[in-house]
């Protein structure tokens, strides 16, 4: 059965971008990227808001040769093969293939595209992301938790959000990142 995943960089101090909306502060190291890659190959369908598809859509035109690292090439592939759904009532439409624009978040419309899945699905985008939460929709959170403090920003958790979780998995990055991997209980 297809489970929903919340899958989120996060600073140390709880946020998905700081104040200016950047992720720079987050770039993954090859090893981090390398661990998204591999969670990301196996979900077919990826739920996005808004602000996260429009960073995200680069990987469409990403080069597919040497002038980039491996990784990264890989990354791209695995971007262009699957299908996106963007969240966003106010992008004027999608430019990339496998792509559709849904101007609402309709938690029965989401929960149907889970059920009808043979893979797992993921949302992203925090704002995304805190609807599908209160919804109760997501099945499992993987929280990569990188060593910086943003200050402020976009939390990656929604305010009065509260669920029990039960821990799956961790691990630790050479870069200090480290990976929590959690199914929701509640």
Do not use: C
Not at 7 to 24: E, F, P
Not at 45 to 66: A, C, I, K, N
Not at 140 to 154: C, K, Q
């Amino acid at each position: 059965m297809a489970r929903l995943i919340y899958a989120v960089n996060m600073s140390l101090d709880g946020y998905a971008t700081d104040a200016d909306g950047s992720l720079d502060w987050g770039v993954p190291s090859e090893e981090v990227h390398q661990f998204w890659n591999d969670v990301d190959a196996q979900i077919v369908t990826h739920l996005y808001g808004r602000r996260l598809y429009e960073t995200m859509r680069v990987w469409q035109s990403f080069p597919d040769d040497d002038s980039v690292p491996a990784v990264m090439r890989d990354y791209g592939r695995v971007w262009r093969n699957s299908d996106k759904v963007v969240y966003s009532s106010t992008l004027a439409g999608v430019e990339t293939p496998r792509t559709r624009l849904e101007r609402r978040f309709d938690p029965d419309a989401v929960r149907a595209l889970v059920a009808a899945s043979e893979t797992d699905v993921s949302v992203g985008g925090s704002t995304l992301a805190a609807s599908a939460l209160r919804a109760g929709l997501v099945d499992e959170i993987i929280a990569v938790v990188v060593p910086h403090l943003t200050g402020g920003g976009l939390r990656a958790w929604p305010d009065g959000f509260s669920s029990r979780l039960e821990p799956v998995a961790q691990r630790i990055f050479a870069n200090g990142s480290v990976m929590n991997r959690f199914r929701v209980l509640n």
